[in-house]
Structure formats: C-alpha cells, structure tokens
T-cell receptor, first 110, second 114 residues
Framework: NAGVTQTPKFRILKIGQSMTLQCTQD?????MYWYRQDPGMGLKLIYY???????DKGEVPNGYNVSRSTTEDFPLRLELAAPSQTSVYFC?????????FGQGTRLTVV | GQQLNQSPQSMFIQEGEDVSMNCTSS?????WLWYKQDPGEGPVLLIA?????ELTSNGRLTAQFGITRKDSFLNISASIPSDVGIYFC??????????????FGKGTHLIIQP
C-alpha cells in the first residue's frame, strides 16, 4: 500500500533555480492537492485538481505551477525559486472526506 | 481566505492527563476533521465529523462538531507518550468530495512531560 508518494524528501535550491516536486498516488483518487506548511503554521493550499486535465489555484498559488496529465500524478513546479518558498510541501489526495498525505518535501531556497 | 482559529497553540501536560483543544471559524463548514502530524511525517486523519452536533469517539479521542457548524473540539483522555505531536483541525465547505480542499488551523503542539 504505497498511498501518496512524494519525491524528493529534501532539496536545497539556489535563488532563481527551478525544480519539480513529484507526487503520485495509487488509490485512483480524483482529487489531489498541494499544500505548503511553514513553521508554526497550518497547511495552506497552493493548487488542487479535481481530475486529470483540470487544475485550479488555491490560497497561495503565486510562484508555482501544476499539471495533471494522469489521475496518478500531480507534479508541482517552481520556476524561479525564492527564499519565501522555503517550506515543507505536502501532496494529498482524497476519495470523499479523508485526505491522505504524502510524507512531505522539505525545500530550502538559499 | 477562510481562517480557522485553533487553540491552544501548545500544551505541556503530564502523562495520564486529559487534553482538550478546539477550533472556531467565522464561516460554516460542512465537515470538520482532526489530524495528527508526527515529526517528519504528513498529517494523518484521527476523526471526521459530518453532522452538526455530532459527537464521535476513536479510542481515547473524542471530537464534537459544533451545532452552529462553526466550531469543533477534540479531547484526548489519559494521555500517553505517543500522543506527542501537532494536532490540526481542518474544515471543508463543500460536500460530496472536497473539491476546494481543506482549510487548516495552525495546530496545537502537544508535549507530554514524564
């Protein structure tokens, strides 16, 4: 039972670099989400998708892009990394109410 | 955006004590959820509440969905060391699938002193 898998677990980026955070789920869930978690804060929604080919902005989408070409995969792209994007990123998928989370990607931008 | 006010921010308790934390919102939610996050892990669902006024238990955990649908509380009885972690409340406005995601509180950090 893999559930939601995120890679990488850790990454250090230089300002201006780009990277893609990978997320895949094997539960055939339609809904997938990307959250970021800053120290002492709850999770804030970056982007979400209600199914393959459909994506929408969440609360804090600036500086990020997503795509959803398949039901399983929902990658998050940072084009020009900024220090404000230092955070822990969580991918999640849901069937009904329960959101299953990945283990997170800890990103530091220096 | 919507805000969930979760309190307290942190709790320092002795093993065996009962714990109570709550969440309030200015908006109505159709579903309230309580998650626990261990260090280095993603949040894991503890209890889901679907109906206003509903009281639900899961072992030593009890949670209630406020009658106004704007608040919820979580109680943990007889705390044990593995209860340490960050507890998040989360609300969902839409029924039938969670299309717009969950709104999270800022978390309650539970620390148990030996």
């Amino acid at each position: 039972n893999a559930g939601v898998t995120q890679t990488p677990k850790f990454r250090i980026l230089k300002i201006g670099q780009s990277m893609t955070l990978q997320c895949t789920q094997d539960m055939n869930h339609n809904y997938m989400y990307w959250y970021r978690q800053d120290p002492g804060m709850g999770l804030k929604l970056i982007y979400y998708s209600v199914g393959a080919g459909i994506t929408d902005k969440g609360e804090v989408p600036n500086g990020y892009n997503v795509s959803r070409s398949t039901t399983e995969d929902f990658p998050l792209r940072l084009e020009l990394a900024a220090p404000s994007q230092t955070s822990v990123y969580f991918c999640a998928s849901t069937s009904n109410w329960e959101a299953f989370f990945g283990q997170g990607t800890r990103l530091t931008v220096v | 955006g919507q805000q969930l006010n979760q309190s307290p921010q942190s709790m320092f308790i002795q093993e065996g004590e009962d714990v109570s934390m709550n969440c309030t919102s200015s908006s109505i939610f159709n579903t309230w959820l309580w998650y626990k996050q261990d260090p280095g892990e993603g949040p894991v669902l503890l209890i889901a509440l679907y109906k206003a006024g509903e009281l639900t238990s899961n072992g030593r955990l009890t949670a209630q969905f406020g009658i106004t649908r704007k608040d919820s509380f979580l109680n943990i009885s007889a705390s044990i060391p593995s209860d340490v972690g960050i507890y998040f409340c989360a609300g969902q406005r839409h029924s039938g699938g969670g299309a717009d995601g969950l709104t999270f509180g800022k978390g309650t950090h539970l620390i148990i002193q030996p």
